[in-house]
């Protein structure tokens, strides 16, 4: 490992929203909290994934990485009050890490595995994106902050969601408000398995420790194949939709102060 590179024990302190514990054969266990207790999406939290993805992604001891939440719930909850967006700095803050955000997500290169561990309505597209993906009973999928609230679903949902869905299915999802239960996602694809809320993580563990028995080169490039698409994906789109979305947003604050 190059002595550059991060090692876990210089970032797994630095954020407060989460949790780091890697095991011996190098699956990488990410729970996101806030507080302890169910991640609420905020704009520290918003922040912080996109610098704790880059860490993930540029440390080469991790070799499997298993997303979850704290809980019952994945996240469906946004602090609104902590975001802010009146100026063009404070606009560019959040393009900066709405770009980030998942643009390093998918620059992790070894294998991605969600265990959402419950509703998932606020920013839902982040564990879906993963190469794996399994869901607990109780999971409700929903784009619960964006078009129903009057702002385009540009940071990415538009992308994902017409990427997993289908590009109708996709539109439907995200214009209607629509919620999917977990087994309609697994119908649509969009998870690959669900179980008990109880078995999500130990699942989710089983496989990483399964894929930890590959070679290094066979995980990494993996990863990088089966994520290419995605790339070009939200090269395509990413930066368009978050500009577009904050053109409506900023339309909506000047109505509503009006």
Request: with cysteine; proline share 4%; hydrophobic share 45%.
């Amino acid at each position: 490992m190059s002595r550059l590179a991060p090692r876990l024990a210089d970032y797994k302190d630095r954020y407060r929203n989460i949790v780091f514990e890697r095991h011996d054969d190098g699956v990488l266990l990410v729970r996101f909290h806030t507080g302890g207790g169910p991640f609420v999406w905020s704009e520290e939290s918003h922040e912080e994934l996109g610098y704790c993805f880059a860490d993930i992604g540029a440390d080469r001891e991790n070799r499997v990485v298993v997303l979850t939440g704290t809980g019952d719930v994945w996240c469906d909850v946004i602090d609104f009050a902590s975001f802010s967006l009146n100026t063009p700095a404070e606009w560019d803050h959040t393009f900066y890490d709405g770009r980030k955000l998942l643009g390093n997500l998918l620059d992790i290169e070894v294998p991605v595995i969600a265990a959402i561990n419950g509703p998932a309505r606020i920013h839902p597209e982040i564990p879906v994106m993963s190469d794996i993906v399994i869901a607990a009973d109780t999971t409700i999928f929903q784009d619960a902050p964006h078009f129903v609230g009057g702002i385009v679903p540009g940071d990415g949902a538009h992308v994902v969601w017409t990427h997993v869905l289908g590009p109708n299915r996709g539109r439907y999802f995200l214009l209607m408000n629509q919620e999917l239960t977990a087994a309609e996602a697994l119908t649509h694809g969009v998870v690959g398995e669900v179980h008990p809320a109880g078995d999500v993580l130990g699942r989710a563990l089983e496989i990483a420790h399964m894929f930890a028995g590959k070679t290094d080169l066979a995980l990494r490039y993996a990863r990088v194949a089966l994520t290419q698409k995605y790339k070009r994906l939200m090269d395509e789109g990413l930066s368009l939709g978050l500009g577009l979305e904050a053109l409506a947003a900023v339309d909506l604050l000047s109505r509503l102060k009006g």
